[in-house]
């Protein structure tokens, strides 16, 4: 079973950072493939950031490198999400997500398990 919970948005001036985490629990033990997943306002979902917990390996959306950075705890089995130079179109529910398996994918209907989400508004 997966549990996913996000926590950590806020509201932050452009140019700052926020911290994101999400508290990935998979009982009994399974590496999984954890995304983070943005929806503005009126726009569809977009994936931004995802890890393989097996190894750690990363990919990111374009419109993210260089700003974002998605990270491991495992021994917390935290997934967290670092987010620089943030900017007003970034502004948006961040949802973590994961799936068993192992595949780099930014459709959101490929992934099993949700968070709830936490806000993220970022002010100019």
């Known amino acids: 079973q997966v549990q996913l919970a996000e926590s950590g948005g806020g509201s932050v001036q452009a140019g700052g950072s926020l911290r994101l985490s999400c508290a990935a629990s998979?009982?009994?033990?399974?590496?999984?493939?954890v995304a983070w997943f943005r929806q503005p306002p009126g726009k569809e979902r977009e994936g931004v950031a995802a890890?393989?917990?097996?190894?750690?390996?990363?990919n990111y959306a374009d419109s993210v490198k260089g700003r974002f950075t998605i990270s491991q705890d495992n021994a917390k089995n935290m997934v967290y999400l670092q987010m620089n130079s943030l900017k007003p179109e970034d502004t948006a529910m961040y949802y973590c997500?994961?799936?068993?398996?192992?595949?780099?994918?930014?459709?959101?209907?490929?992934?099993?398990?949700w968070g709830q989400g936490t806000q993220v508004t970022v002010s100019s």
């Open positions: 890890i393989w917990t097996g190894n750690g390996n990363t």
């Open positions: 998979i009982y009994p033990y399974k590496p999984m493939y």
């Open positions: 997500a994961a799936d068993l398996r192992r595949r780099t994918t930014w459709f959101d209907h490929d992934y099993n398990y």
